[in-house]
């Protein structure tokens, strides 16, 4: 079984990523969403493993000076991380891993996993974003300019993804979000067991054996 893809995905608020993702493992069963750690206590309904692994502080930070987390940040007087133990499990069972991530953060997984595929998930343009933020209904004018202008600053790092995905329609954004991980498992340094027994045999036929 060839090893799984870790795919890091980013995108502006409002560009539909997580409408997305849920998509994309609706329809394909070898991606998995990395879970994260978190000291936040579960809400109503959520269950340890599946949501959230939820963590002590006293845990977390356990975590943290045992270098178990790939990547951890505080928010709201929480700890939140990836866990390097699930992805790693996830990665060798041959699933795609899915780290929805912001740009900083992307940036950072990108160092530490060369490999990494990093793919940032956009409108087709800015009057889309606009309206898309507009149409959730949830927010008053201050947050959607807050929004937009968040979005002015990530799209100076936008030229260090690997990819840039336009979301026009969800189900043609994962075609293409899916298509590029085929073509990612084609490159030769993920065949090389393949090319290598080739090899082996093309120097038994050769050899008339």
Do not use: W
């Not at 087709?124 to 947050?143: F, I, Y």
């Not at 293409?176 to 065949?191: G, P, T």
């Amino acid at each position: 079984m060839s090893k799984g893809l870790l795919l890091v995905i980013s995108g502006f608020s409002g560009a539909g990523k997580g409408t997305v993702m849920k998509r994309l493992l609706e329809l394909h069963d070898e991606y998995s969403l990395s879970i994260s750690a978190t000291t936040r206590k579960p809400r109503e309904g959520e269950a340890d493993g599946r949501e959230y692994f939820f963590k002590t502080v006293e845990e977390f930070e356990k975590m943290i000076a045992e270098d178990a987390l790939i990547e951890h940040a505080q928010y709201v007087g929480n700890y939140y991380g990836t866990p390097k133990a699930y992805v790693e499990e996830q990665l060798d069972k041959g699933n795609n891993v899915i780290l929805e991530i912001e740009i900083q953060g992307a940036m950072n997984i990108k160092r530490m996993f060369p490999d990494a595929v990093l793919m940032f998930i956009t409108p087709p343009s800015a009057a889309e974003l606009e309206k898309r933020l507009r149409g959730r209904g949830t927010e008053d004018e201050a947050t959607i300019k807050a929004r937009l202008s968040r979005a002015a600053e990530e799209a100076e790092g936008v030229e260090d993804y690997d990819y840039i995905v336009i979301n026009d329609e969800v189900d043609l954004c994962v075609g293409r979000i899916h298509d590029i991980v085929l073509s990612e498992k084609m490159k030769a340094k993920y065949n090389l067991g393949l090319i290598n027994n080739i090899k082996e045999e093309l120097k038994v036929y050769s050899k008339g054996e």
